[in-house]
């Protein structure tokens, strides 16, 4: 009927228009991703993840290398590595009934004990965790534990029983030298001192 027909177009526009906002609607969360000022790595390395932010404005790269223990998965071995500044090296965060970290603790790879004694401090930002705070330590202990199987925790549980907390080390390497090859994308050191570069 010719009194209809402008109603049902309204009603086809309105359809129309809606659809519209609807896509809109749908593609904003992409438009907004893209639109991060920094870009996001997200990889697997067989025992390690990857996952690092590259911020193009600043030149600044963050990354973090995580694995957890093979013994306690509620163990975790995490490396921060930054641009900006010294993150404190390999932190090993254990479960409190598992090591007490204000006893003396060794740290194990490729079955040798890593000298010194107890190189890992207690890391009072992070609960029941120690960390490799000295640069040149954790340098050495990475390239000690690079081309190992796996890397140990040794110590004592609160009750006074020896305790260890095993780490993977498959696809460390590859982790580390792929966080390397997306720092170079800026032309960056990492930074080694708390100061920064």
């Not at 590595?81 to 090591?99: A, I, K, N, Y």
Request: glycine residues 6%; aromatic residues 8%; charged residues 30%.
């Amino acid at each position: 009927m010719p009194g209809q027909m402008p109603g049902r177009r309204h009603g086809q526009r309105l359809i129309t228009a809606l659809a519209m906002l609807a896509a809109i609607a749908a593609a904003a969360p992409a438009a907004m991703a893209e639109g991060k000022p920094f870009r996001e790595f997200d990889e697997s390395f067989k025992s390690w993840k990857l996952y690092c932010q590259l911020w193009s404005g600043t030149r600044q790269v963050e990354c973090e290398l995580s694995a957890r223990g093979v013994n306690d998965r509620t163990a975790r071995l995490v490396w921060l590595r930054s641009t900006e500044r010294w993150r404190e090296g390999l932190r090993f965060r254990v479960s409190p009934e598992s090591l007490d970290l204000d006893r003396l603790v060794r740290i194990w790879a490729d079955r040798a004990v890593f000298k010194p004694d107890s190189p890992c401090k207690p890391f009072r930002f992070e609960t029941n965790t120690c960390a490799m705070t000295d640069p040149d330590l954790n340098r050495r202990m990475v390239e000690k534990i690079a081309p190992a199987p796996e890397v140990s925790i040794v110590g004592q549980s609160p009750a006074g029983e020896k305790t260890e907390v095993r780490f993977p080390l498959a696809g460390f390497r590859e982790a580390l030298e792929r966080s390397d090859a997306i720092r170079a994308m800026v032309g960056r050191s990492w930074a080694t001192s708390l100061g920064g570069d």
